[in-house]
């Protein structure tokens, strides 16, 4: 994509108009890295929309048929950042996406696009793509279907949103690439996680209890990026998930970690997201191993809509850990970037004795999902009910009878869990899972980042750690799990916790010795990288885009309200409101899925300035909600709501809806409805 065809207007004007004096000042303050002289980096940041369908689409991460998308609070996005060194060598691509996961099916197509547009330069072997873990996006873009059953299958406009998104942010990244300096830093957060698995984590030997002494990780790292002297960009990596939002949200959301970059991005630094191709400042949020790390602190799923103050709240706590850090001296990066991937049959893995513990060898086995991953995590979410955490005394006497019986090479692979979907036989028949994975090594300087396709405990982060920083002699602080990455097989647990079953351990597909396996992984590929060696790619997943099965029912055709026109305003705004208070407007609307506004708004709040009317918020503001609903058979309501913030400037304002209409013939249409002018005041 050429980004010169984005749209040139800007409300960075009226933004900054609005601001707190001082706002913008922590991202400008100097890092007291040596600006001088060479710099060590060629650096690029970019930034693209990756939303997806925001209505009759299901959500993502709760595993609820209930959870349909019902419009949108704030939009996900795609954060790129390439990597090189001055000389011209090969960089790495690191990408933070705002999504539940990232799939085998984005990961290819990503790749595949990449080659077309940039040849052999960004490959799987430099290309870490990662996501935040909201449980408040869309689903349906997965190639396997145990992950498009509450979606009804395949979504190929959220598919292509994703995509398109990640694209285009890594263009935007490449094409920003420019000398820069690098300052890696850590510090600790501990009131933004709580363990929701303590009674597995206390399973582990006294090493590992002994480093994280209230059952959290709290360790928060900032990669610092500086062009000369200035602060214009920063990837934080801190472990906690993404369910601030609730389960019964029906809104799209960013959730914790999207409010934390959108805050600093949007509200410190007054990014134009729509309009601003080449921000000043690109911050990203990243998961490392948060796999039993939540952050509802009270161990407690939240209800909606107060679990929009909870997302807020976690979300600031992370932006606050990382702008503490701006300024701190750190450690400047040099030596280069380097990486390293391979694939794995998780399914078939010999794991030597010197990863296993016991000083015997295992091997890993075909996945299957145990009746702890059905029940959910009672902390966050609950699954199915009937199922339990833990013990679940039928499918434990079903497993240890009629399973591992005849089957002891199963049972020492997947004991004790006890087996409710055998999804690896169902393999042979259709793809549920996938069982070849990527797992990757990544250097940036001193920084190691291991891309682990799940979601991974934090006492099985330190181990995986571990086995890196001692191979690469790098200080464990400096070696990070980037978890979610790449590709997607649920969880990652010690043994130790494996045996508890908690939700983590049922979730943990190839059995207990998966840790040990991946271990064994990560350190081949650090010993390759410290040794300069390639290694081979391994057994690369097949490619599944021409066998998805799709069953969503189709917009047929949109109709407004008897007596009414697309875009009729049906309920309007008061004619005046005061700084604190929330404006909520009724349109005559259209499925919002005839057009995914894409680097778009379906809204826009406008203030008459100068005797114009100037964008003050759109739907990627925390402060907009854009709710669907139909109205009847084919007809739609759409309400938009606006919290006046407490430093709106005051005067004239309105709202705009933009949508989209179906016609009988197939022919979409756009429209746009306007409410009458209302007065704000403090």
Same mark, same amino acid.
């Given at each position: 994509?050429?980004?010169?065809?984005?749209?040139?207007?800007?409300?960075?004007?009226?933004?900054?108009? $609005?601001?707190?004096?001082?706002?913008?000042?922590?991202?400008?303050?100097?890092?007291?890295?040596?600006?001088?002289?060479?710099?060590?980096?060629?650096?690029?940041?970019?930034?693209?929309?990756?939303?997806?369908?925001?209505?009759?689409?299901?959500?993502?991460?709760?595993?609820?048929?209930?959870?349909?998308?019902?419009?949108?609070?704030?939009?996900?996005?795609?954060?790129?950042?390439?990597?090189?060194?001055?000389?011209?060598?090969?960089?790495?691509?690191?990408?933070?996406?705002?999504?539940?996961?990232?799939?085998?099916?984005?990961?290819?197509?990503?790749?595949?696009?990449?080659?077309?547009?940039?040849?052999?330069?960004?490959?799987?072997?430099?290309?870490?793509? $990662?996501?935040?873990?909201?449980?408040?996006?869309?689903?349906?873009?997965?190639?396997?279907?145990?992950?498009?059953?509450?979606?009804?299958?395949?979504?190929?406009?959220?598919?292509?949103?994703?995509?398109?998104?990640?694209?285009?942010?890594?263009?935007?990244?490449?094409?920003?690439?420019?000398?820069?300096?690098? $300052?890696?830093?850590?510090?600790?957060?501990?009131?933004?996680?709580?363990?929701?698995?303590?009674?597995?984590?206390?399973?582990?030997?006294?090493?590992?209890?002994?480093?994280?002494?209230?059952?959290?990780?709290?360790?928060?790292?900032?990669?610092?990026?500086?062009?000369?002297?200035?602060?214009?960009?920063?990837?934080?990596?801190?472990?906690?998930?993404?369910?601030?939002?609730?389960?019964?949200?029906?809104?799209?959301?960013?959730?914790?970690?999207?409010?934390?970059?959108?805050?600093?991005?949007?509200?410190?630094?007054?990014?134009?997201?729509?309009?601003?191709?080449?921000?000043?400042?690109?911050?990203?949020?990243?998961?490392?191993?948060?796999?039993?790390?939540?952050?509802?602190?009270?161990?407690?799923?939240?209800?909606?809509?107060?679990?929009?103050?909870?997302?807020?709240?976690?979300?600031?706590?992370?932006?606050?850990?990382?702008?503490?850090?701006?300024?701190?001296?750190?450690?400047?990066?040099?030596?280069?970037?380097?990486?390293?991937?391979?694939?794995?049959?998780?399914?078939?893995?010999?794991?030597?004795?010197?990863?296993?513990?016991?000083?015997?060898?295992?091997?890993?086995?075909?996945?299957?999902?145990?009746?702890?991953?059905?029940?959910?995590?009672?902390?966050?979410?609950?699954?199915?009910?009937?199922?339990?955490?833990?013990?679940?005394?039928?499918?434990?006497?079903?497993?240890?009878?009629?399973?591992?019986?005849?089957?002891?090479?199963?049972?020492?692979?997947?004991?004790?869990?006890?087996?409710?979907?055998?999804?690896?036989?169902?393999?042979?028949?259709?793809?549920?899972?996938?069982?070849?994975?990527?797992?990757?090594?990544?250097?940036?300087?001193?920084?190691?980042?291991?891309?682990?396709?799940?979601?991974?405990?934090?006492?099985?982060?330190?181990?995986?750690?571990?086995?890196?920083?001692?191979?690469?002699?790098?200080?464990?602080?400096?070696?990070?799990?980037?978890?979610?990455?790449?590709?997607?097989?649920?969880?990652?647990?010690?043994?130790?916790?494996?045996?508890?079953?908690?939700?983590?351990?049922?979730?943990?597909?190839?059995?207990?010795?998966?840790?040990?396996?991946?271990?064994?992984?990560?350190?081949?590929?650090?010993?390759?990288?410290?040794?300069?060696?390639?290694?081979?790619?391994?057994?690369?997943?097949?490619?599944?885009?021409?066998?998805?099965?799709?069953?969503?029912?189709?917009?047929?055709?949109?109709?407004?309200?008897?007596?009414?026109?697309?875009?009729?305003?049906?309920?309007?705004?008061?004619?005046?409101?005061?700084?604190?208070?929330?404006?909520?407007?009724?349109?005559?609307?259209?499925?919002?899925?005839?057009?995914?506004?894409?680097?778009?708004?379906?809204?826009?709040?406008?203030?008459?300035?100068?005797?114009?009317?100037?964008?003050?918020?759109?739907?990627?503001?925390?402060?907009?909600?854009?709710?669907?609903?139909?109205?009847?058979?084919?007809?739609?309501?759409?309400?938009?709501?606006?919290?006046?913030?407490?430093?709106?400037?005051?005067?004239?304002?309105?709202?705009?809806?933009?949508?989209?209409?179906?016609?009988?013939?197939?022919?979409?249409?756009?429209?746009?409805? $306007?409410?009458?002018?209302?007065?704000?005041?403090?």
């Amino acid at each position: 994509m050429d980004v010169s065809d984005l749209p040139t207007r800007s409300r960075r004007a009226v933004l900054r108009a $609005t601001a707190a004096a001082g706002l913008g000042l922590a991202a400008s303050r100097p890092g007291r890295a040596d600006a001088a002289g060479t710099a060590s980096f060629l650096v690029g940041r970019g930034i693209s929309d990756a939303t997806g369908e925001v209505a009759e689409c299901g959500m993502m991460g709760y595993g609820r048929f209930d959870q349909q998308a019902a419009g949108l609070h704030t939009r996900l996005r795609a954060r790129s950042f390439a990597i090189a060194t001055p000389d011209g060598g090969d960089p790495v691509l690191l990408i933070v996406v705002d999504s539940p996961m990232i799939f085998e099916s984005v990961h290819q197509a990503v790749l595949r696009r990449l080659g077309e547009r940039f040849g052999d330069r960004y490959t799987e072997q430099n290309v870490l793509i $990662t996501a935040t873990h909201t449980h408040a996006g869309p689903g349906g873009y997965s190639h396997h279907l145990l992950y498009n059953l509450t979606t009804i299958g395949f979504h190929r406009r959220t598919f292509d949103a994703v995509v398109d998104g990640i694209v285009e942010s890594a263009e935007r990244a490449h094409a920003d690439l420019a000398p820069a300096e690098l $300052t890696l830093t850590h510090g600790e957060l501990r009131d933004a996680s709580a363990n929701r698995s303590r009674a597995a984590f206390d399973r582990n030997p006294g090493d590992i209890r002994a480093h994280f002494p209230d059952a959290i990780d709290p360790q928060t790292s900032l990669l610092r990026i500086e062009r000369a002297g200035r602060a214009v960009g920063a990837v934080n990596w801190f472990a906690t998930h993404g369910t601030s939002m609730s389960g019964d949200n029906r809104l799209i959301s960013a959730d914790n970690k999207g409010y934390a970059a959108y805050h600093w991005e949007r509200e410190v630094e007054r990014v134009d997201y729509r309009a601003d191709a080449d921000p000043g400042f690109v911050s990203a949020f990243a998961q490392t191993n948060a796999g039993d790390m939540s952050p509802n602190l009270d161990l407690r799923p939240p209800a909606t809509p107060e679990d929009f103050e909870r997302t807020r709240v976690n979300g600031h706590r992370q932006y606050e850990a990382a702008v503490r850090q701006l300024g701190a001296t750190g450690v400047r990066l040099t030596g280069g970037v380097d990486s390293r991937l391979v694939y794995v049959d998780l399914s078939e893995v010999v794991v030597s004795p010197e990863f296993t513990g016991d000083g015997r060898t295992h091997r890993t086995s075909k996945p299957a999902i145990g009746a702890p991953m059905a029940a959910g995590s009672t902390e966050d979410g609950p699954a199915f009910p009937g199922f339990a955490e833990g013990e679940n005394p039928f499918w434990d006497a079903v497993s240890g009878s009629v399973v591992y019986g005849p089957a002891p090479e199963l049972r020492d692979a997947q004991a004790p869990k006890a087996i409710v979907v055998p999804v690896g036989a169902m393999n042979h028949v259709y793809p549920w899972v996938q069982e070849q994975v990527p797992v990757q090594l990544v250097r940036v300087g001193r920084l190691h980042l291991i891309g682990i396709p799940g979601e991974v405990t934090i006492g099985a982060g330190l181990r995986l750690r571990r086995t890196v920083a001692g191979i690469a002699g790098a200080d464990l602080a400096d070696v990070l799990v980037a978890g979610y990455a790449n590709s997607y097989f649920h969880y990652v647990t010690t043994p130790e916790e494996y045996d508890a079953q908690q939700y983590e351990g049922g979730s943990t597909l190839f059995g207990r010795w998966q840790l040990p396996a991946l271990q064994q992984v990560v350190a081949e590929l650090a010993t390759a990288m410290r040794d300069g060696r390639r290694l081979p790619l391994g057994p690369v997943p097949p490619d599944l885009s021409g066998s998805q099965l799709s069953l969503q029912p189709p917009i047929v055709v949109d109709v407004p309200q008897p007596m009414r026109a697309f875009g009729d305003v049906l309920t309007g705004p008061r004619d005046s409101y005061r700084a604190g208070e929330r404006v909520s407007v009724v349109f005559a609307g259209a499925h919002p899925g005839n057009d995914l506004h894409r680097r778009g708004t379906y809204l826009e709040v406008q203030r008459h300035e100068d005797g114009r009317w100037r964008t003050v918020a759109d739907d990627g503001d925390w402060s907009t909600r854009f709710h669907w609903e139909r109205d009847g058979i084919a007809a739609s309501k759409v309400t938009v709501t606006w919290d006046v913030p407490g430093d709106a400037a005051p005067g004239g304002y309105r709202v705009r809806y933009h949508g989209h209409a179906r016609h009988l013939t197939g022919a979409v249409s756009a429209f746009t409805g $306007t409410t009458p002018t209302f007065t704000v005041s403090r």
